[in-house]
């Protein structure tokens, strides 16, 4: 296999629309998705550091949710509205 070569084709959810009341079923998981995403850097030897450092294994993210910069909350978010709207998209309920 030819990593070059390769091209992502995800499915197209852009026509699916959140319903409001699962905004916090929304906030939740990016929560635990940052939890997860620590949880394994923690498991691999990183650490917090002011300042990312792959070989000393620093990474500025290794802090609570909500001490995280707004930006890294918004891609723990993307993520989970990308999975909610996939499950939405593929016919699955949530209720």
Known sequence: MNIEEYT???IDTSDVQLPEELNPLLEAMARNVH???AQERISQGWIYGEKRDDLLKHHPCLVAY???PEEERV??????VETLKLILK???KIV
């Open 8 to 10: 992502p084709h995800p």
């Open 35 to 37: 939890e997860i995403w």
């Open 90 to 92: 593929l016919g699955f």
């Open 75 to 80: 891609y723990d978010r993307n993520t989970s």
């Open 66 to 68: 909500e001490d995280l």
